[in-house]
């Protein structure tokens, strides 16, 4: 069973606008949430974290500029906010919660993905 469940994936042309959001089974309030994604045979990529405390926000370089992750502890719920989508930011993309940073070992609890597909 995930901790977390992610949502918001599909398909889109290039140039055009994705938002994911991420709710968890348990409060996450106390931990980082990041994103990261996975492409066919390729490792999973780090994508964007969100500190727990002052929600300072991290990003991998090929995203940076484009996508946007934030955080409403009200509704208690992630969201990645996709601009400017190229065809190789196609991947399933995870919710993960945990003690923050930019490696896949630093999140314990993980969504089951969620597909997305740019088209060019």
């Known amino acids: 069973q995930a901790n977390v469940q992610e949502s918001g994936g599909g398909s889109v042309r290039a140039g055009g606008s994705l938002r994911l959001s991420c709710t968890p089974s348990r409060t996450f309030v106390s931990y980082a949430m990041g994103w990261f994604r996975q492409a066919p045979g390729k490792e999973r990529e780090f994508v964007a974290a969100i500190a727990r405390r002052d929600g300072t926000t991290y990003y991998g370089d090929s995203v940076k500029d484009r996508f946007i992750i934030s955080r409403d502890k009200v509704k208690d719920t992630a969201y990645l906010q996709m601009n400017a989508l190229k065809p190789e930011d196609t991947a399933v993309y995870y919710c993960?919660?945990?003690?923050?940073?930019?490696?896949?070992?630093?999140?314990?609890?993980w969504g089951q993905g969620t597909q997305v597909t740019v088209s060019s």
């Open positions: 993960a919660s945990g003690t923050g940073g930019t490696a896949v070992v630093q999140y314990a609890y």
